[in-house]
């Protein structure tokens, strides 16, 4: 069985799963956008373990609570990114063109491949490669509990935004339709930004797909 805590976090509201088998109490965080201390207490008080940071990719709204987050956990947990995003990730996600600042904590070790299993516990995530909203983005599907962290991908009603450095409008509708709509109908969407949704739902209901 998977659990999935959420939170929305930070100045642009950005979803954080916390992530975990409950049996092995083995956890992972997706996208700490911020406040990683509340993240790391929240593992803490459940006995959970959180050994690794997954990031679909970069910007600095899905990084921003890394650095705290790893400072709060012993021993720390590795960061895994995929390698076109470490350019944008060394430049703080972009934070400085919104004047901000961060500290996302130290560079990811893990260099995420388009079709690499990660595991979590006992359960698979398989990361595919998406990119279009950045170069280097990835989503994670579990095909056991027929879900999908998809980041800035794909959101209820919407697609992610092609217009920041990087961004690729064709690529995004490419990665959208062979990695999202490809998968079965009631498969569960976690997006970076917005409310959970399903394949079927965006197949039929988003605008920006028919
Ligand atoms: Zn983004
Ligand atoms: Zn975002």
Redesign the pocket.
């Known amino acids: 069985m998977l659990e999935i805590i959420s939170f929305v976090l930070g100045p642009?509201l950005?979803n954080v799963y916390l992530v975990a088998d409950p049996q092995s109490k083995a956890a992972v965080v997706i996208?700490p956008?911020w406040d990683g201390a509340l993240l790391a207490s929240e593992a803490e008080r459940r006995g959970w373990r959180i050994s690794q940071i997954w990031l679909t990719?970069a910007?600095f709204?899905?990084i921003a609570g890394a650095g705290e987050l790893a400072a709060r956990v012993v021993p720390p947990p590795q960061a895994a990114l995929h390698p076109l995003d470490l350019p944008l990730w060394r430049m703080q996600g972009g934070a400085k063109m919104f004047g901000m600042h961060i500290d996302a904590g130290p560079e990811p070790e893990i260099a995420m491949t388009h079709g690499q299993i990660l595991h979590l516990g006992e359960l698979e995530f398989e990361v595919r490669h998406t990119p279009g909203?950045t170069p280097g983005h990835v989503i994670f599907y579990c095909q056991e509990e027929k879900v999908v962290f998809c980041?800035?991908l794909i959101f209820q009603g919407s697609i992610?935004r092609t217009d920041l450095p990087g961004g690729d409008y064709r690529a995004l509708m490419d990665s959208i339709h062979s990695q999202i709509l490809t998968l079965e109908d009631e498969t569960r969407l976690f997006s970076?930004?917005g409310v959970e949704t399903t394949v079927a739902e965006e197949r039929v209901e988003n605008p920006f797909l028919t």
Do not use: E, I, Y
């Open positions: 642009v950005t996208d956008a990719h910007h709204d899905h909203h980041g800035d992610g970076g930004h």
